[in-house]
Nanobody
Framework: QVQLVESGGESVQSGGSLRLSCAAS???????????MGWFRQAPGKEREEVAT???????GYADSVKGRFTISRDNDKSTLYLQMNSLKPEDTAMYYC??????????????????WGQGTQVTVSS
């Protein structure tokens, strides 16, 4: 069973930077597969939203609200996902979740395609 564990969330001032990491464990090449990976976030009282996704070939997509400020990357050998967040704003405050699609070579799709989810890491940006 694949497990995803996020780290790197903390409280920062507006304009600051953070780097989130997500490590996959319990991964067996013969039994499981990890395709598209993504970062999602949920603020209090709001629905969970997609922040950024990246497929196994490195093709990335971003929400309009984070374009130019956030960068998603992955290390397939280490089964690790990253999110570099720069120029943080108070509206970026949320619980950030890592997720993975078990379809190894499929293009990134909407949230229902992500079978594996982490427990989340809190990012708080103060003005």
């Amino acid at each position: 069973q694949v497990q995803l564990v996020e780290s790197g969330g903390e409280s920062v001032q507006s304009g600051g930077s953070l780097r989130l990491s997500c490590a996959a464990s319990g991964y067996s090449y013969s039994k499981d597969s990890i395709g598209c990976m993504g970062w999602f976030r949920q603020a209090p009282g709001k629905e969970r939203e997609e922040v950024a996704t990246i497929d196994r070939n490195g093709g990335a997509g971003y929400a309009d609200s984070v374009k130019g400020r956030f960068t998603i990357s992955r290390d397939n050998d280490k089964s690790t996902l990253y999110l570099q967040m720069n120029s943080l704003k108070p509206e970026d405050t949320a619980m950030y979740y890592c997720a993975a699609d078990r379809r190894r070579w499929a293009a990134c799709g909407p949230q229902p395609y992500f079978a594996y989810w982490g427990q989340g890491t809190q990012v708080t940006v103060s003005s």
